[in-house]
């Protein structure tokens, strides 16, 4: 598996999004507003290196809690997998386990699935797969 981008919790999308141009990124597309996940996602890239900026849409949302433990913070990996089926079984056999089951990730591409799984010495990372 090779990494497809890092996800970053912000508490202020438009704002992280021009501190991270300083950095020399730039928006990939217009910001997608998950309803389902509660929140907005924006992509933004410098060369080859993709970061998925993830904001709060409500209270309650999944990002409240990482922000107000950490703030601003990258908390998870996101890696290509080619098979998720068999992605998912070597995972789960080497101790990881599923917190959100594979659904659609419309933020990525119409055809992205994702999984999001933790393991106890590294946390939380994502599997995509596009079909």
Known sequence: MRIHHFGYAVSDLDGAIRVFSLLGY?????????????????????????????????DGSPIDSILRRN???????????????????????NGFIIIEERSDAPALSSDAKVVFLFHKLIGIIELVSFS
């Open 71 to 93: 703030g601003p913070i990258c908390y998870h990996i996101c890696y290509l997998s080619d098979d998720m089926s068999e992605d998912l079984n070597y995972l789960q056999k």
């Open 26 to 58: 730039s928006l990939q597309g217009e910001p997608y507003t998950d309803d389902r996940r509660r929140v907005k996602i924006a992509l933004i890239q410098n060369g080859i290196d993709i970061l998925e900026l993830i904001s709060p849409l409500t």
